[in-house]
Structure formats: C-alpha cells, structure tokens
C-alpha cells in the first residue's frame, strides 16, 4: 500500500479569495427575483421554532430565523448565512485537496472548479436544507480522509460532531456515512473500525441528534411518510435522470476532472474506501427511488482529488482551460442563478426549474386579495383563507398583509400543525389550488373558479385556481385532520 506523504501548506490567501468572489457574486444577486418558495416556508418555520418538522429537523429553519432578525426579512437578508455557508464549503474541498497531495496551485484549481460548478453556487444562492447539507457532507470527507491519511482514529469524534450537527438539518447524512462504512469493510483499512473512537463519535451524532428523533418520535415519524411519498410520486424519474442530472448540475465539463479524481483515489491506495463509498450510495439511492443530488456531494470530493491531474492537463492546454473555465462559468451563471430578467427564466426552467419558483409571489397575494375583496364585507370576519400548498401559504404570510388579508392556512405539510380555522369560521372559503381538485372541494358548498394565476413564467403556480365556496360541510376542527397532506 503507498503510505500517504505529508501534506503542502494551504494556500489560504488564492483559495480565500476564490470563496470572496463567490460569496460577492451570491451576495449581489441575492435580491433578484425573489423568494423561493422553500425559503417561504423556512420564514414561517423559522418563527415558530421547534425540535422538528413534519419533513425536516430543525437547523434550516433556525438559520433562515437569525439570518433574517440579523440581516432583514428581504430575500437577501435571509440569505446571508447561505451565502457564507457556500464559501466556506469551497475553502474545504480546497482543504480536501490538499489531503489528497496537492500543491498550492492544485488547491486554488479545487476551488476554482466548486465555485464554477452548478451545483454549489446554485444551492448557495437559496436557503435550503442542501446548501448547509453540502457543507456538512464536504466536513465529514475531510475528517473521514484525515483519518485515513493518518490512521489517528481521534478523527471519529469530529465526524461524529459534524454528523450530529447535520442531522440536525437533513437526515441524509447517515447515507454517505454508512456507504463508507461500508466501504471500509469492503477495501479497508479495516482497523480503523476496530478503535473505541468510532462508538464514541456515534454517540456523540446520537446526542446531538437525539431532541429531534424524540421530536420525530413523539409525533409518529412523519418524516418517513414524507420520504415515502417523495419516491411514490417521482422515484422513476429519479431513476431515469439520476446519472444525466447529476453531470449536468455540477457541469458536464468538470466530468473529466471528477473521474480522474476517481481514478487518483483508486490508484493511491489508502483513500479507496472514498472512492468505493460513491458507487455504493448511488445503489442506495437508485434503489429509494431518490433525487439525483442525494449523491452528488461526493462529485465534490473527487474534483478535489483531480485537481491535480487537472492542473497538469491545464498546463499543457492552456487556452483550451481557459476556454472550458469561461464556458462552465457562464452556463453556470445562466443555468443557476438569477441572472437573466425575470421575464426571460422561461428559457431554463426546463433545466432548473427552482429558477422560476422565485418569482411571482407578491403577485399571487396581490391576485388572491383581489379575489378575497369579492366577498361581501359582511361575510369577512368568517370567512377563511385557504391555501393548497406552504409555498402559497408562505407568499401570503409574508406578502398578504399589505394588502389586508388575513391569515392563510393551509393542510400541507407543517403549516397543517401551525393553525387551523376556528369552528366560528363559518362563512365562506377562498381556496388557492394548484389546479382545482373535486374531490378536495366536495369538503365545502357551492365552489365556483373566480379567477386563474397568471404568471410571467412557466412556474408551478402559473395557471392556479382561487376558488370561492360558500362555507366549508363541517365544522374545521372535524375537518382539518381529513385536509392534512404530506406532499
């Protein structure tokens, strides 16, 4: 086995200020478009902190409330955290090839080529559970390739740590860390299995962990309804994009780099757990019927192992480099962030349809205030405003009051455990549905369409119904529990 050399020093200064102009590119096209409606939901999340979601722990949720008390409740303020999250998981895949051999300049090529991948700036533009997941995966590698680097299995304790701290925002954590396990078994080396430190950073994750999965507990595990239903609705198309989405959200170019990385880790011996651990996630999530970008963090940790490989061939084709760097920039930018006019986005919501989630949403409540006026001022005060998903129901929160609507529920997800109407509410019930549902609607009198959401783009809420029935067939607290929806 070839024992691991000693490590060059960190090229802090090329690879901080490739993380700078990251963060300075996120953090001036963070208020463009608008909202997403994931980061609508995380608002409301947010103000009533808990142990944990009906779909997610509560981490995320945590971050988007003091990034938005520190910062403003505007899209940029919020995505603060986000945004310095993502430069720092550059500066760490940068960290990782420098564990995997490379010089100072290798380093800066690591950062580089995560900075101008699609998958990285993309997450680091939004707040959502993958942009903190991201980092969190990019932790775990590194002291997983320590640890292998050095045998010092003390290194499982800081694993355990991280993995804690990222259960506590997405439990997908656990699959890279079984995979590698997994792997271990498979290639070694084996003995580091065999050290107390392991259990001890597993109970360290199981500590830090643990108020949410009581949280979870207590409540029925509703998050395994909401992965069940992920993978009922989409999981074929998962499979059949899972291997084209996952090279065209980090970038076709960067293909080449990530399989010489491959193939770097396999040839070095003592890291090929980590190569192993890829193939075998994919299994996994193939087989759960997940999205592609479940695996697609460990694509980070082979580019910053051919980065090396990739520094020679730039060498020797410089402008060839140089013209696959503008390339894989540019469609990056157009592809992942907001930079585009709004009204143009409808030429890449086909490739990334979160572009289009961001926008339209002060027109929603503005429609929806339009079709609540039409209800008689003496039938407000019980009447209710019911929204069909948390994205509508987070764009009315936010957006509704300054035009005098009241509050919106909705059943989905846990906006369903948040509020419901009172049994006062007894008038009548202007619904906003995706696209209108009979069956759903046989739980109230004499629904009628008023109007359809008009979007500039092709988004999901483009084309929605508001409804207006006269009052709901039975009192809401017999009602809700009928209404509730997982996803």
């Known amino acids: 086995m070839n024992a691991p050399r000693p490590v060059d020093r960190f090229a802090a200064r090329p690879v901080i200020t490739v993380a700078a102009v990251l963060a300075a590119v996120l953090t001036a096209l963070s208020g463009r478009y608008g909202y997403h409606r994931d980061e609508l939901y995380f608002l409301v999340a947010g103000q009533k902190l808990a142990w944990g ?3 997610q722990p509560p981490l995320t949720p945590l971050l988007a409330r003091v990034s938005t008390d520190i910062f403003g409740n505007t899209p940029m303020g919020l995505r603060v955290v986000s945004t310095l999250a993502s430069a720092a998981t550059v500066i760490v895949i940068a960290l990782l090839a420098r564990e995997f051999g490379s010089g100072r300049t290798g380093q800066t090529v690591a950062a580089v ?4 991948s699609g998958f990285l700036p993309g997450v680091g533009h939004l707040v959502s559970t993958a942009t903190y997941d991201l980092l969190a995966w990019m932790l775990i590698a590194l002291f997983a390739i320590k640890l292998l680097r050095t045998n010092d299995t003390r290194w499982w304790l800081a694993l355990g740590l991280t993995a804690g701290i990222a259960l506590q925002n997405k439990y997908l954590i656990v699959l890279p860390i079984a995979a590698l396990l997994v792997a271990l078994l ?3 080396p084996r003995h580091v299995l065999r050290s107390w430190w392991l259990p001890a950073g597993i109970a360290i994750a199981a500590l830090i962990a643990l108020p949410n999965l009581i949280w979870q507990f207590q409540h029925g595990w509703p998050q395994l309804t909401v992965a ?11 499979r059949i994009m899972f291997i084209p989405l996952q090279i065209l959200q980090l970038s076709p170019l960067l293909l080449p780099v990530w399989v010489a990385g491959f193939r770097r880790l396999w040839k070095l011996q003592w890291p090929r757990a980590i190569a192993l651990a890829y193939p075998i996630l994919c299994v996994v999530v193939l087989a759960a019927g997940g999205k592609s970008y479940y695996a697609l963090p460990l694509l980070y940790v082979f580019i910053a192992a051919g980065a090396e490989p990739a520094l020679a061939w730039i060498t020797r084709h410089r402008a060839l ?18 930079v585009l006019p709004a009204s143009a986005v409808s030429f890449v919501i086909p490739v990334n349809k979160e572009q289009g989630e ?9 429609s929806v205030a339009d079709a609540w006026n039409q209800i ?3 039938g407000r005060a019980t009447a209710t405003l019911f929204a069909g998903n948390y994205g509508e129901a987070g764009a009315l929160r936010r957006f509704g009051p300054q035009h005098g609507l009241p509050t919106a529920y909705s059943s989905h997800m846990s906006f369903a455990d948040w509020e419901h109407p009172t049994d006062a509410q007894t008038g009548p019930v202007l619904l906003v549905e995706l696209t209108r549902n009979l069956n759903f609607e046989q739980s109230f009198t004499n629904c009628r369409q008023l109007t359809t959401i008009t979007n500039q783009v092709p988004n999901d809420e483009n084309g ?7 009052a709901p067939t039975t009192p809401w607290s017999t009602l809700w529990p009928h209404l509730r929806r997982y996803y």
Request: aromatic share 6%; proline share 7%.
């Open 358 to 366: 961001q926008i339209g949403w002060p027109e929603l409540a503005a």
């Open 464 to 470: 929605a119904a508001l409804v207006l029935c006269d």
């Open 321 to 338: 480099g140089a013209a696959a760097l503008v390339f894989t920039t540019a469609t990056s930018l157009v592809f992942t962030l907001p």
């Open 376 to 378: 008689p001022p003496d």
């Open 228 to 238: 069940g239903g992920i993978s009922e609705d989409d999981g074929t198309e998962n």
């Open 53 to 55: 979601y009906v779909d």
């Open 186 to 188: 498979v290639v070694g």
């Open 113 to 116: 080529c995560a900075a101008v």
